[in-house]
């Protein structure tokens, strides 16, 4: 047998020898983008021994994606140029648009692995269309040349690099500065225009091979559990034996499982935060919608049940200059009211209080009270009260109001008990019920629901939240402590708004609330990597004459929540209801950013003016937004070369991601930055949540727990969801106005993060069936619990047969008799699976039946 091996094997040397000396030394490539899906589909390939004849390289098959822009109008790639420079490195640089001007540049060595785009604006008025770069060997520099419509004439424009950093100033060019390279090939039937290249046959042979392993990466990717009843259909119930190993073990991060919250899906305003009244200080805007909804105003949600004349929007003299606009009502007779619908309506329970507050002050002489009523939509009424009477300057009256029955869909109306002017902001009517009692606080069940996880760090505010949609949406965290009225709101990155009342040291306070740690993510000193505003801002930055005092508020934030009361941020947050420090030991600084030159200056000054000050505090990088990439490997090439303790790493994944790629972190360096998990879900078509994405969760955790002395911390994203407000699917949690729905997902994170440990075993697991692809789709994890004195194993079941186990602790400690058994359970497509709790009988050795479709917790006792 050995023989015929051994012969094979020389038989496929010698053919693999003849097929190399049959490759030609050099072929050309051809390089092209289509103008297919809007030009969306990026830079491809086809390759030629003669000119003539040209075979694509996966037809439509993307080698480089542009960057540029927000998701659907942008991120196009338009007639791209392909050049090589004297230092043999390759460069491509394309059209964004018909628009900007401005072009794309890329680097690369192999054609496949490109450095950071940038996007230099050489055109004050005009666009960039069909760019072309040549060498001037005179000059030894790069003469780049494009067309532009200026006013209807088509002209020619020109600017030098050395560098493809910086360049000269942009003048106007002739024809003879046109080197019209561009040729038309029929590729595939279709006539391609493009830049051909010749190039030695390896350079040919790394493309062919690069695209036949993403394309197996793809088929990977496609694998679905939903497969797997037809994929076994012959398959019988498996044995296994599971061995722990207890001289192999390894203390792992006490911070593995977290929550990451960011304000999207109506999750603050409408959600979390438990204020009833929406456009409370009639703040909204159609900016807040980029004016995709002109009735998003300062009148969205709010009416008047007298004349239309008589409800107007003033911006003189406001309570504070952070809330400009408040309502002024002209009251004609007793019983006009303004009313105000909630977020979909505002939910009352019996024998529950709210508290009511109001800023008014009586225009033009008037004076008297103000009836404060909850009504439904006939106008009965559920509770009501007055306040003192209206002063001639802004005063803050305030009442509490008791609901007499309850009801979903209530109204507030306030009603001037006189006539003639009076100026209303600040409407606020807030449940006394909130979590922990807090006032401005949470709305409790949703608030436990996320308590529930135990997770033991709490991520904030976002997100691309954080970073906003260009310079000027920058998440400042200053604008979100104090008085609610003098806080400053802003416009949501997923076009609604932030009143900002639920603000920084809410988030500090829900922390210590639920035993987490805090983690605020501030932005790089750059806006979101999706941006449209500001020039498809994303590629700007804070100026660099400004980046001081932005490192200073980042600074002045650690003193605010771990400062002294004497300091001068620490006496505010003592004087908000918190003389003691928050104790703050993490903060993020970026988020998914495009890890450019402009990027990296702007981390680099944060990141060192930090390690400076409070070298305590560990700063988390960022390493773009997926799992490999040029963000990806750049950003771990920067976070290596700074030594940043932690980088956030995101990514969405199939279910056949996680099947194959559950050695994901053993690969990973031991020496470099730990990983914080920040962003993840698995994703199926429909964005659904079941068992099936709750298993390659689960999968996931394990391999995780495996890895966590290099993972320190995940956190699931996004969290929450309000019905009929939903921006982005799947989230972990569900809500309206008065339930919660739990998903699948949810219980994994519960399972885990209720269940976590400080010290992790190996654990061999033998099934009686080899097949690797029945392999991958089991697994186990055994931790230890220092608190509670538990060893903890989860076992995951992810496929359509029961597993019978028999399970070998070895030489633990454990205690003989019951322990507990949690198992999650369902068919691959359930999405309503909940936990089920009961005992079971565990020794050194004892048996158990593994559920298909399950994941399994046992927590067994140990002798201390």
Request: overall charge negative; some cysteine; charged content about 25%.
């Amino acid at each position: 047998m050995k023989r015929i091996a051994l012969l094979f094997s020389l038989v496929l040397l010698i053919l693999a020898q003849n097929l190399l000396a049959n490759q030609p030394d050099s072929a050309y490539v051809f390089s092209y983008a289509t103008t297919k899906n809007g030009g969306h589909n990026g830079l491809h390939y086809a390759w030629s021994i003669d000119r003539k004849n040209w075979n694509g390289i996966g037809p439509e098959f993307r080698f480089l994606f542009c960057d540029f822009g927000a998701w659907g109008s942008q991120k196009r790639m338009l007639t791209p140029f392909l050049f090589q420079d004297q230092q043999e490195t390759w460069h491509a640089i394309w059209s964004l648009n018909e628009q900007v001007g401005q072009f794309a540049h890329a680097a690369t060595n192999d054609l496949f692995t490109w450095e950071p785009q940038s996007y230099p604006e050489v055109m004050n008025d005009g666009n960039v269309m069909l760019p072309e770069v040549s060498y001037q060997s005179n000059e030894q520099n790069y003469l780049i040349t494009w067309l532009s419509n200026i006013d209807g004439d088509q002209k020619i424009f020109k600017t030098t690099t050395t560098d493809f950093k910086s360049y000269s100033p942009t003048v106007e060019g002739t024809e003879n500065d046109r080197i019209n390279a561009r040729e038309e090939v029929l590729i595939d039937g279709n006539k391609q225009l493009g830049v051909i290249s010749k190039v030695s046959w390896p350079v040919i042979d790394g493309l062919i091979k690069f695209y036949e392993l993403s394309k197996f990466r793809e088929i990977q990717r496609a694998e679905r559990l939903t497969d797997d009843a037809e994929r076994f259909a012959d398959l019988k119930d498996l044995k296994a034996e599971i061995t722990v190993d207890p001289e192999n073990s390894k203390a792992i991060s006490d911070l593995l499982i977290g929550v990451f919250f960011e304000d999207i899906n109506y999750a603050a305003d409408g959600g979390l935060y438990a204020e009833l009244i929406q456009n409370r200080g009639f703040e909204y805007n159609p900016a807040d919608t980029k004016f995709r909804d002109l009735n998003w105003n300062s009148k969205k949600a709010w009416s008047f049940t007298g004349s239309e004349s008589g409800f107007t929007i003033d911006t003189l003299a406001p309570v504070h200059p952070n809330q400009k606009h408040f309502a002024v009502l002209t009251i004609s007779q007793v019983g006009e009211a303004l009313q105000n619908e909630g977020f979909d309506g505002i939910l009352l329970k019996a024998g529950d209080k709210y508290n009511f507050s109001v800023f008014a002050k009586g225009l033009t002489g008037a004076k008297g009270k103000l009836l404060v009523r909850l009504v439904d939509e006939n106008g009965k009424v559920y509770a009501q009260a007055s306040t003192k009477p209206v002063a001639a300057d802004w005063k803050k009256l305030e009442l509490v109001l008791m609901a007499n029955e309850s009801i979903g869909n209530a109204r507030l109306q306030v009603v001037p008990q006189f006539t003639g002017k009076v100026a209303l902001d600040m409407i606020s009517l807030f449940p006394q019920q909130t979590f922990k009692g807090r006032e401005n606080g949470l709305r409790p069940d949703l608030a436990k629901a996320i308590a529930d996880l135990h997770p033991r760090f709490v991520r904030f505010p976002g997100g691309c939240v954080t970073h906003g949609d260009g310079l000027d949406n920058i998440y400042r965290w200053k604008n979100t402590i104090g008085p609610l009225e003098s806080r400053k709101p802003d416009r949501n990155i997923w076009n609604y708004h932030q009143s900002m009342g639920l603000g920084y040291f809410e988030y500090f306070q829900f922390c210590e609330d639920i035993g987490a740690e805090p983690l605020p993510v501030i932005a790089a000193g750059v806006p979101c990597q999706n941006s449209s505003t500001g020039g498809h801002g994303q590629q700007c930055g804070i100026p660099m004459c400004d980046m001081d005092q932005y490192v200073q508020d980042i600074l002045d934030l650690i003193e605010w929540a771990n400062g002294d009361k004497s300091t001068k941020w620490g006496k505010l947050r003592a004087e908000a209801g918190h003389p003691e420090p928050f104790n703050l030991k993490y903060v993020g600084i970026g988020n998914e950013d495009l890890i450019t030159d402009i990027f990296e200056e702007r981390f680099t000054m944060i990141f060192n003016a930090i390690k400076e000050k409070y070298p305590e505090i560990t700063v988390i990088g960022t390493v773009g937004p997926f799992s490999e990439g040029t963000d990806y490997r750049v950003g771990w090439e920067i976070a290596s070369k700074l030594k940043v303790p932690m980088v956030d790493e995101h990514y969405y994944q199939p279910p056949g991601w996680y099947l194959s790629n559950q050695d994901f972190y053993d690969r990973y360096d031991r020496t470099k930055s730990k990983v914080y998990l920040g962003e993840y879900a698995t994703h199926i078509p429909g964005r659904r949540l079941n068992m099936e994405t709750a298993l390659c969760d689960a999968l996931h955790l394990i391999n995780v727990e495996r890895n966590a002395d290099v993972v320190s911390m995940t956190s699931y994203a996004p969290l929450l969801a309000k019905h009929g407000h939903t921006q982005w699917n799947p989230d972990l949690i569900y809500f309206n106005n008065s339930e919660v729905f739990l998903t699948t997902d949810y219980y994994v994170q519960k399972l885990f993060g209720q269940n976590a440990g400080d010290e992790f075993y190996a654990s061999l697991i033998k099934l009686s069936d080899g097949n690797e692809n029945l392999k991958k789709r089991v697994a186990s994890s055994v931790v230890f619990d220092r608190e509670s004195g538990d060893y903890i194993l989860k076992l995951a079941n992810l496929l359509p047969v029961q597993i019978n186990s028999t399970i070998n602790l070895a030489d633990l400690p454990v205690i003989e008799g019951d322990a507990e058994l949690i198992t999650l359970q369902g068919e691959v497509t359930d999405e309503k699976a909940k936990p089920v709790t009961s005992k079971i009988s565990v020794s050194s050795e004892f048996e158990i039946e593994v559920p298909a479709y399950s994941l399994t917790v046992i927590r067994l006792k140990s002798v201390r």
